[in-house]
């Protein structure tokens, strides 16, 4: 499978992603950690992809989703931005609902 194709299947196949630097245990750049804190507040699982053990998908997911930077959250494959923007929607309320509808029901 290409690298184009396993990006688009990752964000298929999981209603909330996030492509960071590090772990959501260990987050290795502040910015990831940040977005990983603000989903941990809102208590949902989601999926992660390490960008640096992945340099095909660091090199090409800018490219497929238009956005330069690191890390990128994507919503029921829709990408809802990078930190500034996640942050900003985190202060407004307006994030939690999106993940929540989007996030895996529990049985």
């Given at each position: 499978m290409d690298?184009?194709?396993l990006?688009?299947?990752q964000?298929a196949e999981?209603?909330?992603?996030?492509?960071?630097?590090?772990?959501?245990?260990?987050?290795?750049?502040?910015?990831?950690?940040r977005?990983?804190e603000a989903?941990?507040?809102i208590?949902?699982?989601?999926a992660?992809?390490?960008?640096?053990?992945n340099?095909?998908?660091?090199?090409t997911?800018?490219?497929?989703?238009?956005?330069?930077?690191f890390?990128?959250?994507?919503?029921?494959?829709e990408l809802?931005?990078?930190?500034?923007?996640v942050m900003?929607m985190m202060?407004?309320n307006?994030?939690?609902p999106?993940?929540?509808?989007?996030?895996p029901?529990?049985d």
């Amino acid at each position: 499978m290409d690298i184009e194709a396993l990006i688009k299947q990752q964000i298929a196949e999981n209603p909330v992603i996030l492509y960071m630097k590090g772990t959501p245990q260990f987050p290795q750049c502040g910015f990831s950690a940040r977005v990983v804190e603000a989903m941990t507040q809102i208590g949902e699982p989601f999926a992660y992809v390490n960008i640096l053990e992945n340099p095909e998908i660091r090199a090409t997911l800018p490219k497929i989703a238009n956005w330069p930077t690191f890390p990128q959250l994507w919503v029921k494959g829709e990408l809802i931005g990078g930190c500034d923007i996640v942050m900003e929607m985190m202060q407004k309320n307006e994030l939690a609902p999106i993940v929540k509808e989007a996030a895996p029901k529990k049985d």
